[in-house]
C-alpha cells in the first residue's frame, strides 16, 4: 500500500496542489486512492469546494465509520476532508495514550480498501504532522522557488527523523519537488542549487521539476483539478512524472502510464 504525507513547514509551497494532484494521478491509474486533509484550514477542503457530511475529526474522535466521511471526488478518488474542528481534535488526541500512533490505529481496518493514501498537513510543526508522519512513513517535500522554502524542507527532515527516533518508526523524507519553478528568474538557479545541496546532506532524491502554469491557479479558481481543466497542461504532465518517480522509488510496479505524461522521473544528482 503507498501512504505519503505531502509537507513542508513552510506555505505557499503547492504542498496542497501536489497532494490533490498527485493524488488524481494514481487514481487514474486505477488505484483506489483516499486524500486526507489534516490541515486545520481544511485546505483540501476549500480548493475542492466540498461540503462532506462529516469530517476528520469526526471519523477520528467522535469514531464515525470511514465510508460515513469520505466524499467522492473523482473515480476512485475518496477525499476525508479537515476544517476547524481539526484543531480541538489535535487537542483531544494530545491526552491520549500513543497519541502519535492514533492515525496508525484508526485508519488499520481501513486499509484493504485503498491502493494508496496520500496526507496533506498544515505548514507548521504539530502533532497532526506527527501522526501523519507515523501512519505513512514515507514523506514528500514541496519546495517553491524562495530561500524560505528550502528552509522549511530542512526543518521537516529534522521533524521526520526526531519523530521517527522518538518512537522507533522508520520514517522516509522519500524525495524534494521543487515546484512552481520558472527558469527565466534568476532566484530560480539559486534556490535549485540549494536544493541540490539539502539532496546530498540527507541523501535524498530531487524530481523533476514543476513548472509553473497558469492552469494551476485556473483550476484554483474554478475549484476543479488540474486535470478536468487542462488534461495537456504542462504542471499535470510533469505531476505525472513525479508520479511515476514516487512509485520507482517505493518500489512498486505502477499501472500503465496515462497517454500525457511526457516527464523523465527521477534528476540527475
Do not use: W
Amino acid at each position: 500500500m503507498i501512504k505519503l504525507m505531502i509537507g513542508n513547514q513552510k506555505g505557499g509551497v503547492g504542498k496542497t496542489t501536489t497532494a490533490i494532484t498527485m493524488a488524481r494521478c494514481l487514481a487514474d491509474r486505477g488505484l483506489r486512492t483516499l486524500l486526507i486533509d489534516s490541515d486545520p484550514q481544511g485546505s483540501v477542503t476549500v480548493t475542492l469546494r466540498m461540503k462532506p457530511e462529516a469530517y476528520l475529526a469526526d471519523f477520528i474522535v467522535n469514531q464515525l465509520r470511514l465510508p460515513d466521511c469520505i466524499v467522492a471526488a473523482a473515480p476512485n478518488l475518496h477525499v476525508l476532508c479537515g476544517n476547524r474542528e481539526t484543531t480541538a481534535m489535535e487537542q483531544r488526541i494530545f491526552t491520549m495514550y500513543g497519541r502519535e500512533h492514533v492515525f496508525q490505529n484508526a485508519f488499520r481496518i481501513y486499509e484493504g480498501s485503498y491502493d494508496a493514501v496520500i496526507v496533506d498537513v498544515a505548514p507548521s510543526i504539530s502533532l497532526l504532522q506527527a501522526c501523519s508522519m507515523v501512519f505513512c512513513q514515507n514523506v514528500l517535500i514541496p519546495i517553491s522557488m524562495d530561500t524560505l522554502s528550502v528552509s522549511g524542507a530542512g526543518a521537516t527532515i529534522f521533524s521526520a527523523k526526531t519523530i521517527g527516533d522518538s518512537v522507533r518508526v522508520p520514517i522516509r523524507p522519500l524525495a524534494l519537488l521543487p515546484t512552481i519553478v520558472n527558469r527565466r528568474y534568476g532566484l530560480t538557479d539559486v534556490v535549485m542549487k540549494m536544493i541540490e545541496q539539502l539532496s546530498q546532506t540527507y541523501d535524498i532524491p530531487v524530481l523533476n521539476a514543476i513548472r509553473t502554469d497558469q492552469v494551476i491557479g485556473k483550476a484554483a479558481r474554478l475549484h476543479r483539478m488540474v486535470v478536468d481543466v487542462d488534461d495537456k497542461a504542462k504542471a499535470l504532465e510533469d505531476y505525472e512524472a513525479a508520479t511515476s518517480s514516487i512509485l520507482e522509488l517505493l518500489g512498486i510496479q505502477g499501472p500503465a502510464q496515462p497517454e500525457q505524461e511526457q516527464g523523465q522521473g527521477v534528476a540527475a544528482q
